[in-house]
């Protein structure tokens, strides 16, 4: 397994820019990537999907069809979350989290910037911005953007349902 995923990688490294968010599972046999590329003689969409790459093969893992209402007049619609980025995944191999992207068109682009596209989906529930998971799942590290374009690092600790800027714990990311 470990000569095909150097095979894959050094295949990729003319064309790095096409693949983000490598993660693999502890013993790596279990690759998550995202790429906006299609597989060869499919018709998936072309924009961020998640990918799973094993002995047996590359699947798709995630992805979500876009949707986006009409523009109307001088407004600023925003799509639904279809950009799969960025795999969180747990030691053993299973994605656990990822992040969801939603884009934005219209008249005023100004009005775009002033939200957050960016959120993490873990199961059911997502968390603003994109984010970091811990090796052993139990914090999520989430930086997301206000309004006022500043910065806010926010800490989730899954085992207490506490979260915040500043949670008790020792976490690493």
């Known amino acids: 397994m470990r000569a095909i995923l150097i095979a894959f990688v050094a295949g990729a490294l003319p064309v790095a820019a ?3 968010g490598l ?13 906006s590329l299609r597989q060869t003689g499919t018709d998936q969409p072309q ?14 893992a995630v992805s979500v069809e876009r949707n986006e209402p009409p ?18 995944v747990d030691a053993g191999g299973r ?18 910037i002033a939200y957050t596209w960016w959120r993490t989906r873990i199961g059911d529930r997502v968390f ?5 998971l811990s090796r ?6 989430s930086l997301s953007v206000s309004s ?18 500043r949670i008790p714990g020792n976490y690493t990311f």
């Open 136 to 141: 052993n799942g139990r914090f999520l590290g």
């Open 18 to 20: 096409q693949f983000d």
């Open 47 to 60: 924009h961020a999907k998640i990918f799973r790459a094993t002995e047996e093969g590359i699947s798709v």
């Open 23 to 35: 993660a693999t599972s502890a013993n790596g046999e279990v690759v998550y990537f995202s790429t």
């Open 95 to 112: 994605l656990v989290a990822y992040d969801e992207g939603s884009t934005c068109r219209g008249a005023s682009l100004i009005a775009c």
């Open 71 to 88: 523009l109307v007049g001088s407004s600023v619609v925003f799509s639904n979350y279809y950009l799969a980025a960025n795999p969180k």
């Open 148 to 165: 006022r374009q500043s910065r806010q690092l926010v800490v989730t600790d899954f085992l207490t349902n506490q979260s915040g800027p």
């Open 128 to 132: 603003p911005g994109t984010g970091t």
